[in-house]
C-alpha cells in the first residue's frame, strides 16, 4: 500500500516477472509442495505438544511491554475498568510472519504489564474478535499464517478466557459459524452477534455475509438467516459494527470482485456504506448518511463513546498522476452520532493564550451566506442537511513517481533526533491500519496497528490516550520501538541490475537517469516527521542533494501530517481569513460538537480550530513552497539540458561518417 510507481520501458516486464513469481507461488500451495517452515498442520501440532507441557497458571509481573504487532483484540475488563487484556496479533519483518498467542494484562494506572501462560491456550491467531462479558473474554475464529505465508489456516473455534483464574476454555458447541478471519464480532445484551469475514481457499479468498447469534445465557448458536426480498449488506470483511442501544450499525469494509474483462482479474472494493440492524426483528435497513462522513477507507478501526461510535485510522488508496498509486494513511478521528445518525470531523481544541485571543478580536467575521446557511442548518434541523454542503473527499496535489523515503514514526528517534525537536511539538499517532481502540472512563485508548513507508510494513507497538470529554491532546503512554526490517526490496534490486548492464552505452542519457533512479544511501539520517521537525527537515532539504531525495521527503511530509485534505489544509498563499472563509462549514461543525453554540459563538468556536490549524501548518506550508519552487526551477534546467543532449546524439546519429 505505500506509493508506487510504474516506469517506462521495464514497468512491464517488472510486472511480468511479478506476476509469474505469484502464480508459482499459488501453484506450489495448490499442490502442497511447501517448505517444512511453512507446513501449518506440523507447526500447529508442536504447538499443542508445547501447550500440553503447561501444568498450571503463571504470571509474570511487570513485564516489558508486548512486541509490536498488529490484528491483535484488546478488551477492557468488565469488572477492572483500568484493566486491558491484549491477546494475539501478528507481525511481518520483511521475510518472515510471526503469529502469536501470548495473553497480556495491562494496568493503565500503574502503566505495568502482565503476561499470562495459561495451560490448554488456544493456538496463536491474527485477526480473530473478541468481546467482554462479566468476568470473561470470549474469542472466536482468526487465522493462521506460516513463516513464509505459503499457507494460511482460519479457526473456528470459540473460547473462554475466566479473567479471575486465567484459565481457557474451548467451547465445543454445535451451530458455530464456519472457519473464517476479518469478521467483526460485538455484544448485544447477553448476545454475541457475529457477520461476516474472508475465508481463503488456496484458489479464491470468499467473502461472507452472514449473520450468526451466540446466546450467552443459553449457550447456543442460531443463523440468522435473510428473508426473500429482505436488504442485506453484501459480503464483506474488515468493517466495523457497533451497538447503540437495539441497534447495532455496519459500516465500510473490504472485498473482491472479478472484473468484467476477459483477464478475470479481481478488482478491490472499498466499502462506505452504513447499515442499522435491528436485533429484536433482525432486519437490515441501509442509513442515508448525514454530515461530514468520512471518506471512504478501508482497516480502521471504531469503539463507543456515550452516544457516539469514534473512528481512527484506516488507508485509501488514490491513483495520480502517470500511474502513480498513493496509499495514505490516516490519523484522522471522526464521529457519528449514534441517536441522530449523523457524522462529523473530530478536532482536538486548543487553549488559546490571552495574547492570541487578543489578536483574535482584530479579525472581523463576515456574514456571508455560508455561514447564514450553517446557522440555520444547526438551528432548524440539528445540522441535518448539511452533507451537501463540503466535498470532504482528499484530493492530492501533483505528486512524484520516487517512493517515499524511510521515516521514522513518532517517538522512535535518537537521542539526538528528540533533542532537535522542539518542546512544543504536537503529539498525537501517525496514521495506520488494524490498530486496537478501547474506552475507559472517558478516555481513548490506541494500541499497534501497521502502516507503510516505501515498500516497508512498520508494525507498531506505541500505546496513545485521548480524553474524549476534553479533547485537548493526545499523550504517548508507550512510544514505539524500532521496527525490525529485513527484505531488500525487490524493485531497488532490478533498478540496481538493469542500471550496471546498461552502464556502458548511452552514457548521456543514464547519467541524467541515474540522478533520479539510485538507490538511497543505507545510512541516510532518519528523523521523525511531525509539526515540530518538518520544518527544520524541510530547511535541511536546501542542500545540494538528488531530486529524487529531495521530492521523496516532500511528498513523505505532505502524507505524513495530512496536507493532502482541502478542509483541513490553507492553499498556497492564503491568509487565516480566506482560509476560514473557505472551510468554515467544516470548523463549525467540528466545533459544534464540542460547545453546541450558535450564532457568533460558533462562529468564534470554528474560528479557534482554523486558527489552530492554520499556524500549525504556516511554517511547514512556506518552507515547502521555497522547495517546490526551487525544484521547479531545476527540473526545468535540466529538462533543457536533456533536450540539447538529445538533439546532439541525433544529429550524430544521422551523419553518414560515423
Known sequence: MGKKSKK??????????????????????????????????AILRNIQKEEAKKKEVHVEENVPAPSPRSNCTLSINPSKEMELILYGGEFYNGTKTFVYGDLYRYDVEKNEWKLISSPNSPPPRSAHQAVAWKNNIYIFGGEFTSPNQERFHHYKDFW????????????????????????????????????????????????????HMFDLDQFKWQEIKPRPGCLWPSPRSGFQLFVYQDEIFLYGGYSKEVSPDKNGSEKGIVHSDLWSLDPRTWEWCKVKKVGIPPGPRASFSTCIHKKRAVLFGGVVDMEAEGDVLMSLFMNELYGFQLDTRRWYPLELRKEKSTKDKDS??????????????????????????????????????????????????????SASDMQATPPSEVVRPCGRINSCMVVARDTLYVYGGMMEIKDREITLDDLYSLNLSKLDEWKCIIPASESEWLEISEDEDEDSEDEKSNSGSDADETDDEQEDEDMEPVDHAEKPIDLGSAVSILRGEKQNIRRKVK????????????????????????????????????????????????????????????????????????????????????????????????????????????
Open 8 to 41: 517506462a520501458g521495464r514497468g512491464k516486464e517488472k510486472t511480468e516477472r511479478k506476476t509469474a513469481k505469484a502464480e508459482e507461488k499459488r501453484v506450489r500451495r495448490e499442490s502442497k509442495k511447501v517448505a517444512e517452515e511453512d507446513d501449518i498442520d
Open 160 to 211: 473462554m478466557l475466566d479473567l479471575k483464574t486465567n484459565q481457557w476454555e474451548q467451547l465445543l458447541l454445535k451451530g458455530c459459524p464456519t472457519a473464517r478471519s476479518g469478521h467483526r464480532m460485538v455484544l448485544y445484551k447477553h448476545k454475541i452477534i457475529i457477520f461476516g469475514g474472508f475465508y481463503d481457499t488456496l484458489r479464491e479468498v470468499r467473502y461472507y455475509n452472514d449473520l
Open 551 to 658: 521530492r521523496a521527503r516532500i511528498d513523505q511530509i505532505r502524507i505524513s501530517l495530512g496536507l493532502a485534505d482541502s478542509q483541513r489544509t490553507p492553499m498556497p498563499g492564503e491568509s487565516l481569513k480566506d482560509f476560514y472563509k473557505r472551510t468554515n462549514t467544516y470548523w463549525q461543525m467540528a466545533a459544534y460538537e464540542h460547545t453546541q453554540h450558535t450564532g457568533k459563538e460558533l462562529r468564534k468556536d470554528g474560528f479557534d480550530l482554523a486558527e489552530a490549524r492554520f499556524k500549525e501548518l504556516k511554517p511547514i506550508l512556506d518552507e515547502l513552497a521555497i522547495l517546490e519552487a526551487e525544484q521547479k526551477a531545476e527540473e526545468e534546467e535540466n529538462a533543457e539540458i536533456s533536450s540539447r543532449a538529445r538533439g546532439n546524439k541525433q544529429n550524430k546519429q544521422r551523419n553518414p561518417l560515423r
Open 360 to 413: 483574535q478580536l482584530s479579525i472581523t467575521y463576515e456574514e456571508d451566506e455560508n455561514v447564514e446557511g450553517f446557522e440555520q442548518a444547526v438551528m432548524q434541523s440539528g445540522l441535518k442537511n448539511l452533507s451537501h454542503q463540503i466535498d470532504n473527499n482528499l484530493c492530492l496535489n501533483a505528486v512524484s513517481g520516487s517512493k517515499i523515503h524511510d521515516v521514522k514514526v513518532q517517538g522512535l528517534g
